[in-house]
């Protein structure tokens, strides 16, 4: 029992760097757009973009590996899946052209992400994420 609450405990610390992580790159991706507007910062941007989805990856199995063994909740993993749906159709659309959507994407992906970095670090004087609406 102690190594399972050991190991809940170095999935979660690993989520929460990941997910701080990830974070930092959506918003280095909101810096590089504005960059673009003045013609510069393509590279980057596409580069940037690379990261997220990499970081999006890595942060949905770290929220899965917490969750499955039933030592976590779901909906970290299930928030996950959906950030990085969201980040592949973000630049799917962007790749297009299209910053009508991409744009709005963009600003979805960075609260979503946001939120989760609100979910995953804990409270003061709390070891433990904020629990999970409607999970016991």
């Known amino acids: 029992m102690g190594s399972e609450v ?5 999935t979660l610390t690993v989520l929460r760097i990941v997910v701080a992580l990830n974070a930092v790159a959506i918003l280095v991706q909101a810096v590089t757009a504005g960059r673009l507007l003045n013609g510069g910062a393509a590279g980057a941007h596409a580069m940037g973009a ?3 989805h990499l970081l999006g990856l890595v942060q949905l199995v770290a929220a899965v590996v917490l969750w499955r063994p039933g030592r ?7 928030a996950s899946l959906a950030l990085l749906l969201l ?3 973000q630049s799917a659309v962007g790749g297009a052209g299209n910053t009508a959507l991409h ?4 600003v979805t992906l960075f609260g979503g992400v946001v939120a989760m970095v609100v979910w995953t670090w804990p ?3 709390s070891g ?3 629990p999970v609406p409607g999970e016991g």
Do not use: E, I, Y
């Open 123 to 125: 409270r003061a004087g």
């Open 72 to 78: 976590g909740p779901g909906r970290p993993a299930l």
């Open 87 to 89: 980040g592949f159709a």
């Open 6 to 10: 050991a190991q809940a405990g170095r």
């Open 50 to 52: 690379g990261a997220v």
């Open 103 to 106: 744009v709005p994407f963009g």
């Open 128 to 130: 433990s994420p904020r």
